[in-house]
T-cell receptor, first 112, second 113 residues
């Protein structure tokens, strides 16, 4: 079992819909990252969070440390949001804090 | 201010050839790392460095070599390329403290025949 599981693997939505992507992890972490990878391949960091909630424009990321779960929400989705969204966790503990473990990504397609 | 510059973007090698993927940064971040991305798998850490002169192995280090002689550069060397090393490679950097968000290079697609 992967230490980081994302769901769904693939998601198709219509423009304007509210989207939720989930990330569950099985280990103690010090931080969680959400990344976006566009069809051209470039990877951009969206959020880094260790507790609570962060918002940037139409994107909202939440994390529940006790439940080992994070969600990425996209409000009023748009075709330009079509990308692969990747969750990554930084493990707790000496010697592991430099390393990230990545999920396999959620492929989102937003249609008109 | 280029951020993270990776070269080359594309490379085709024959089995047994050697090559170096370059990663250069102008953000003065301490941490530099190399990942490979394969279909159906998450990004996997190959090697990383927390500063000049310091390197360590990641999850999949076999067949790769790194060095960090300066803060700016972190080259990844394939000593004797194998078809299993066909992948997309990403260099990523971040600060070790504070807002340590990852910044990625554009990626290098390597095919080993």
């Amino acid at each position: 079992k992967n230490e980081v599981e994302q769901s769904p693997q693939n998601l198709t939505a219509q423009e304007g819909e509210f989207i939720t992507i989930n990330c569950s992890y099985s280990v103690g972490i010090s931080a969680l990252h959400w990344l976006q990878q566009h069809p051209g391949g470039g990877i951009v960091s969206l959020f880094m969070l260790s507790s609570g909630k962060k918002k940037h424009g139409r994107l909202i990321a939440t994390i529940n440390i006790q439940e080992k779960h994070s969600s990425l929400h996209i409000t009023a989705s748009h075709p330009r949001d079509s990308a692969v969204y990747i969750c990554a966790v930084r493990l707790k503990g000496i010697g592991t804090a430099s390393k990230l473990t990545f999920g396999t990504g959620t492929r989102l397609q937003v249609t008109l | 201010n280029a951020g993270v510059t990776q070269t080359p973007k594309f490379q085709v090698l024959k089995t047994g050839q050697s090559m170096t993927l370059q990663c250069a940064q102008d953000m003065n971040h301490e941490y530099m790392s190399w990942y490979r991305q394969d279909p159906g798998m998450g990004l996997r850490l190959i090697h990383y460095s927390v500063g000049a002169g310091i390197t360590d192995q990641g999850e999949v280090p076999n067949g790769y070599n790194v060095s960090r002689s300066t803060t700016e550069d972190f080259p990844l060397r394939l000593l004797s390329a194998a078809p299993s090393q066909t992948s997309v490679y990403f260099c990523a950097i971040r600060r070790l403290s504070g807002a340590n968000v990852l910044t990625f290079g554009a990626g290098s697609r390597l095919t080993v025949l």
